[in-house]
């Protein structure tokens, strides 16, 4: 049973500490109990912590588990997706998205995606992913105090990630900026009241337009892009609706560039911390195979992924009631010594075993192989193109989000330089 000492677990209010470094947070209460009852807000869903790597594992390949409220309270009319009822423009773009939909929809629309980041059409894109990242590294050479999240992290996956939409590069920034505000909506950076909802309503806004506009101008257009197939696909009698493209798309954009942001601004980080490491890493000719797998689990970028209980069952040694509300916590999971022997070890030449930084089940993460590409190819170019990387001090800021996990900033600062005022 769960310490008497340990309060309630929670996801928001941590400390900056705390947020940086969550795993002694995630080992005191996963030593005590692999499930916790969480703190629920007045007339909210019972919300239960799942903290052990075989519980996490359990819960997302479960079929009693589920992403659609609505389905897990039996209520119709409820709201499908963690969006209020009030902001419209917001919850029509996030309730088509991939990860918040069961089967069939669920099955159809991955279906009509997977060919297109299948392993053979992502290393036809690694040529140009490469390009990208050596020309955002020739932009923050001159830099003499870089921020490798603004100037390199950020950007570099929604160039990609553009790229395969079919998006002109002169719009890259406007998106990057609604990305970000849809994304503070949907995570736990939003603290009460209506937090980033009115910011994230004015995105979804925007990008609904854009992408309709879109929509319109590739119809009967034989562009090679990801958002032409879709038209194509819908065209051709395939059971998507505009605002589904539109949902897609603003998913993909969403979902593929915060990831990979935060996996390259925390690898940084971890190697910074290991010198050694990173020295081995530099001039080795290719990154050991692990490294990229290595680091997904020992720090990932997505920290918890929501289900709901479809039915009454037990999670731990909770009876968990339909309609509850579920948390598994990957990077507890992905630090559980009962399967990652020293698990706060980072070892780049462990072996993969299934870690759970991409998820599991139906919802493992559709992008897996273009997410390993870019990881690769963006961590190789900062180890290569960087020959300060290793050297002086850092300015780090993490967002307020222990879902989304990662840091806004990551200043390099060259040897005895002051550091940068936060």
Known sequence: ???????????????????????????RYRESAPVHRGASGAGGPETFYVFSYDEVVRVLSSTRFGRDARVASGDADAVPVPVPAEYRALRAVVENWLVFLDPPRHTELRSLLASEFSPSVVAGLRPRIARIAHELLERLAPHRAPDLVEGFAAPFPVLVISELLGIPREHHAWLRENAVALQEASTTRSRGGTGGYPGAEAAAREF???????????????????????????DGGAPLTVDGIVGTCVHLLTAGHETTTNFLAKAVLALRARPHLLDELRTAPELPPGTVEELLRHDPPVQAVTRWAYDDTRVGDH??????????????ANRDPARFPRPDVLDVRRPADRHLGFGLGIHYCLGATLARAEAEIGLKALLKGLPGLGEGGQQVDYADDMVFHGPTRLVLTPPGAPSPLP
């Open 1 to 27: 049973m769960p310490s008497a000492t340990l309060p309630r677990f929670d996801l928001k209010g941590w400390d900056r500490e705390d947020i940086a470094h969550p795993y002694p947070v995630y080992r």
């Open 208 to 234: 609904a337009g854009y992408f309709r506009r879109e929509v319109r101008a590739r119809r009967g257009d034989d562009r090679g892009d990801l958002l032409t197939l879709l038209v194509r696909a819908r």
């Open 319 to 332: 009876e968990v009631a339909r309609g509850s509300r579920v948390v598994a916590l990957l990077g507890s």
